[in-house]
T-cell receptor, first 114, second 110 residues
């Protein structure tokens, strides 16, 4: 059984550019959530995808968007990058939307915006 | 809006010195409270889920407990490899939005 994987590991972009981050969910999981973790802070919920539909969103602007594919892998897209977007981006997968289900996290993508 | 407050922000223990980490929460209907461990530069590693007041769970040197307002993570006779940031999170929504605290950074000194 493979765990959650994310790519790339690290990424450096300049302000105004666009970025796409990728996540493969754990085998058997159909729900993917994305989080942003700034240095020294806890992860902040961006949005969740369940069966290819957005199933909830945190307080992030529309330039943060996502996709989920039929194999339950997911992408996070960020347009018009700002310096404050520099953070560790975490993907977490779980099975279904059963309340209280534990989420399993990937290793993250470290994004640096210059 | 859900709120999670963890204390202390940092804790330094001698190897073998037991202690507890606190997580206070304010939610409108708790669906689950989670504890995670996070090593520097890595994703959080799931430890426990607690669902209702009075529930307790154990794993090796860790024991998590839950009341209606807070949760404790008790660490018994810690070892240096227990050094990490411990995150507490709650789920109270109709979907799996999880609200995290900022964590407690634990350092265990040999």
């Amino acid at each position: 059984e493979t765990g959650v994987t994310q790519s790339p590991t690290h990424l450096i972009k300049t302000r105004g550019q666009q970025v796409t981050l990728r996540c493969s969910s754990q085998s058997g999981h159909n729900t993917v959530s994305w989080y942003q973790q700034a240095l020294g802070q806890g992860p902040q919920f961006i949005f969740q995808y369940y069966r290819e539909e957005e199933n909830g969103r945190g307080n992030f602007p529309p330039r943060f968007s996502g996709l989920q594919f039929p194999n339950y892998s997911s992408e996070l897209n960020v347009n018009a990058l700002e310096l404050d977007d520099s953070a560790l981006y975490l993907c977490a997968s779980s099975s279904g939307t059963h309340l209280g289900n534990e989420q399993f996290f990937g290793p993250g993508t470290r994004l640096t915006v210059l | 809006e859900d709120q999670v407050t963890q204390s202390p922000e940092a804790l330094r223990l001698q190897e073998g010195e037991s202690s507890s980490l606190n997580c206070s929460y304010t939610v409108s209907g708790l669906r689950g409270l989670f504890w995670y461990r996070q090593d520097p530069g890595k994703g959080p590693e799931f430890l426990f889920t607690l669902y209702s007041a009075g529930e307790e769970k154990e794993k090796e040197r860790l024991k998590a407990t839950l009341t209606k307002k807070e949760s404790f993570l008790h660490i018994t006779a810690p070892k240096p490899e227990d050094s990490a940031t411990y995150l507490c999170a709650v789920n109270s929504g109709g979907y799996q939005k999880v609200t995290f605290g900022i964590g407690t950074k634990l350092q265990v000194i040999p």
